[in-house]
């Protein structure tokens, strides 16, 4: 899909591929225009360089992400590669062999032109919603009882958590489960407090969506069957739990 890659970026970003290299051809870099700063790197790949099986050259493209819970999301997917030749810790390979559905390259590489682009222009890179597991201590705050008479709380901004994101609260010991889900309807919202416990800076609105029962996603259960041992700050939900969580008997609402 070369040339769809190549359509895409012209259009989008009036930017047109550049062939730096006499040894390589047939790769193509594509800048941004204001920092020359590359954004895409088109190449075709031995197989085997890549990890897969076989030696035949495979068509993709490298690619910059910077949120590296993103990135390790990404990097479960088919067709979605550690980068190439490229520093792992930033940039992913996306195979261009139909193993990638275009319209989700195309998501990429607009993450990757947001990611790269000058300082005055960066706007976070757009991403699906995340399902988060977010600790909560009831030594602090009494959870439990925190939907009541309400269906919003207001929660401390967790790093990297966006609007439409999921967010699972863990209710530390002597609970220690998951009982809820939540959708965060608004985030970095001014706040200020500040003890030897505890320091907020922002918040965030979590809506209750679901309620778990105390038996049901227990720290024993989390740690035998999704291989988590500890729930100490905000982390991404596996597909596994994530799929458990969505699956499990639900306790409606009142």
Not at 113 to 140: C, F, G, S
Request: with cysteine; glycine share 6%; aromatic share 12%.
């Amino acid at each position: 899909m070369w040339e769809q890659v190549k359509e895409y970026i012209q259009n989008k970003y009036e930017t047109a591929p550049e062939f730096p290299w006499r040894t390589y051809p047939d790769f193509a870099v594509f800048r941004h225009r204001g920092n020359h700063k590359w954004f895409a790197l088109v190449m075709d790949v031995p197989a085997d360089k890549l990890g897969l099986p076989g030696k035949a050259l495979i068509p993709c493209i490298n690619l910059k992400i910077d949120d590296p819970l993103y990135r390790d999301i990404l990097l479960r997917s088919r067709g979605i590669l550690p980068a190439y030749h490229m520093n792992k810790l930033h940039w992913i390979t996306v195979l261009l062999d139909g193993t990638v559905a275009p319209d989700k390259v195309f998501d990429l590489i607009d993450a990757s032109y947001q990611a790269t682009a000058p300082a005055a222009k960066k706007q976070p890179a757009p991403r699906p919603a995340k399902e988060w597991l977010v600790p909560a201590n009831p030594k602090y705050y009494d959870i439990e009882h925190a939907f009541d008479d309400t269906e919003t709380v207001n929660w401390k901004q967790g790093a990297g958590i966006r609007k439409g994101d999921t967010v699972y609260l863990y209710v530390g010991a002597p609970v220690s489960a998951i009982l809820y889900r939540c959708r965060v309807t608004e985030t970095e919202i001014p706040y200020h407090f500040e003890n030897e416990h505890l320091t907020i800076t922002a918040l965030m609105t979590l809506k209750l969506e679901r309620r778990y029962g105390r038996e049901e996603f227990t720290f024993e259960r989390l740690g035998k069957e999704f291989g988590i041992k500890a729930v100490r700050g905000p982390r991404g939900v596996t597909n596994k739990l994530g799929e458990a969580l969505k699956r499990d008997k639900e306790i409606q609402i009142c």
